[in-house]
T-cell receptor
Framework: KAGVTQTPRYLIKTRGQQVTLSCSPI?????VSWYQQTPGQGLQFLFE???????NKGNFPGRFSGRQFSNSRSEMNVSTLELGDSALYLC??????????FGPGTRLTVT | QKEVEQNSGPLSVPEGAIASLNCTYS??????FFWYRQYSGKSPELIMS????GDKEDGRFTAQLNKASQYVSLLIRDSQPSDSATYLC???????????????FGKGTLLTVNP
């Protein structure tokens, strides 16, 4: 079974721009969660989508948004990028259990 | 704020020794616990899940859960240099609104296994 895939793997953006990241879950998994990982803060939960609905949300500003499509693929968008948004963005999919399986991540650098 | 705490390390053990990684959590109603391994520059990889008090063994790995003490641990027997990584503990805990659950991660313990 193919794992979670994320595109792009690396991204360099300028402050003020916006960015869209994509995640395709493991086949059959309907839940997709997004995380931001930085050296200082560790893994921070952004939001979770299930069956095209946001089921859960972390403590991030409204500049961070997401959506999920009918095929369970998910995108997250960050608008008006700030230097502090530089991080590894990870998505994880889960099926009927609580286990989450991570994709390889998107490394975002904001200059 | 529901938290998961881990000793950041680094924890250094010789090859062949037992590595012991510890984690505490604050949300008393957490029911599911996970250990992930993350190599430098890679994403986290699920290695163990545990739901009931006691021990759960999988190969060289043993997860231990004590809900009364809100404590989770991971033992790695016969440690190998390839086990050198950051180990993340996660607990399924209530989100701030109280009605939904999310995984809360500790900041990880860096393990170094010396040949």
């Amino acid at each position: 079974k193919a794992g979670v895939t994320q595109t792009p793997r690396y991204l360099i953006k300028t402050r003020g721009q916006q960015v869209t990241l994509s995640c395709s879950p493991i086949s059959g998994h309907r839940s997709v969660s997004w995380y931001q990982q930085t050296p200082g803060q560790g893994l921070q939960f952004l939001f979770e989508y299930f069956s095209e609905t946001q089921r859960n949300k972390g403590n991030f500003p409204g500049r961070f948004s997401g959506r999920q499509f009918s095929n369970s693929r998910s995108e997250m968008n960050v608008s008006t990028l700030e230097l502090g948004d530089s991080a590894l963005y990870l998505c994880a999919s889960s099926g009927t259990g609580d286990e989450q399986y991570f994709g390889p991540g998107t490394r975002l650098t904001v200059t | 704020q529901k938290e998961v705490e881990q000793n950041s390390g680094p924890l250094s053990v010789p090859e062949g020794a037992i590595a012991s990684l510890n984690c505490t959590y604050s949300d008393r109603v957490s029911q599911s616990f996970f250990w992930y391994r993350q190599y430098s520059g890679k994403s986290p990889e699920l290695i163990m899940s545990i739901y009931s008090n006691g021990d759960k063994e999988d190969g060289r790995f043993t997860a231990q859960l004590n809900k009364a003490s809100q404590y989770v641990s991971l033992l790695i027997r016969d440690s190998q240099p390839s086990d050198s990584a950051t180990y993340l503990c996660a607990a399924r805990s209530r989100n701030s609104g109280g009605s939904n659950y999310k995984l809360t991660f500790g900041k990880g313990t860096l393990l170094t296994v010396n040949p």
